[in-house]
């Protein structure tokens, strides 16, 4: 449905992603990788947003890298560049889909699983412009993106299984939130880390996902339609 594109970051260089289009003037969601890459899934993740009646962009952070293996995983998310990724891909992003939308400046939120998580935070702290954020079960390093910081509506899903993303971490943020005075909208499923993951037959809970893209569904057309 959709197709690979160039699109520019604010450093003036150029970032690949995946682009679904629902069509112009329609408000956008970047879908934020976890850290298998930029792979079929993330993609049709993206070609879902567009039937919903918005326009998707799914950066490509790992350049190109996909891998079905956690250890190759583990390797090229701890060579990414969490801030680059942060300040110029996904900023990059939601510049390209603000411009698609209403008059040059349409509403567009962040979303994403796992390590992508943990990117629509550190977005939401960090990325001007940005209207909400939909974090699936990732939390960045407190010193790069302190959730406290978040100014915009936030939605979160965790998992009560989850040993990366623990319980007690989604207890942290949700608390720092509300202390800050933005208390965030978090859902807490009884499933394990990458629930909402349908290529993952070991952990998707096909219930717990079903109820989380209605919760987003909603969320979203509270903040950008």
Known sequence: ?????????????TCRGYLAMAGQG???IVVIQEWWGLNDQ????????ARAGFNALAPD???GRVTQQPDEASHLMNGLDFPGATHQDIRGAVDHLRAM????????AAM????GGALTIAAAVHVPNLAAGVCFYGIP????ADPANIRIPFQGHFASKDDWCTPAAADVLEAAMRAAGNPPELFRYEGDHAFFNERRADVYDANAATLAWERMMTFLGKNLV
């Open 1 to 13: 449905m959709g197709q690979m594109i160039d699109f520019k970051r604010p450093d003036g260089n």
């Open 101 to 108: 939308g209403e008059s040059g400046g349409g509403k567009v």
């Open 26 to 28: 329609r408000p956008g």
């Open 141 to 144: 390093p407190k010193e790069f």
């Open 42 to 49: 993330i993609c049709g993740v993206a070609d879902r947003f």
């Open 112 to 115: 994403g699983f796992c390590m």
């Open 61 to 63: 952070l790992f350049k």
